[in-house]
């Protein structure tokens, strides 16, 4: 985790070597450090993702820069479900204005 130039924290969804909608919510739950409580679906996380009460404490007041990196092994295996994460969280950022998704277009390293 980081932080950008307007202040907000940058946390890193990577999404290398996921294939599966399982694997996209793990890695969500583990970047944002989401709650045990986190139910592992596109509901649950376009909840969590609009709600800053359980972003990462360091973004309490300032803001979330999500930065989606390795993802388009997970888009060509599961065009569908890609499209969905999408949808998720681009209305996740018209919700919250706090919160930003980047969908980085080089590697993931």
């Excluded at 307007?6 to 290398?16: K, S, Y």
């Excluded at 998720?88 to 998704?101: H, N």
């Amino acid at each position: 985790m980081s932080e950008d130039p307007t202040g907000r924290l940058v946390v890193a969804l990577d999404l290398d070597g996921i294939t599966d909608k399982a694997g996209l919510m793990d890695r969500a739950a583990r970047a944002l450090a989401l709650p045990d409580w986190f139910g592992r679906n596109w509901d649950a996380l376009a909840d969590s993702l609009g709600d800053p009460s359980v972003w990462p404490k360091d973004a309490a007041g300032r803001g979330l820069l999500l930065v989606v990196v390795g993802w388009r092994s997970y888009a060509e295996a599961r065009p569908e479900e890609w499209r969905i994460a999408r949808e998720v969280f681009a209305q996740a950022s018209q919700r919250t204005p706090a919160l930003t998704v980047a969908l980085a277009l080089g590697g993931s390293s």
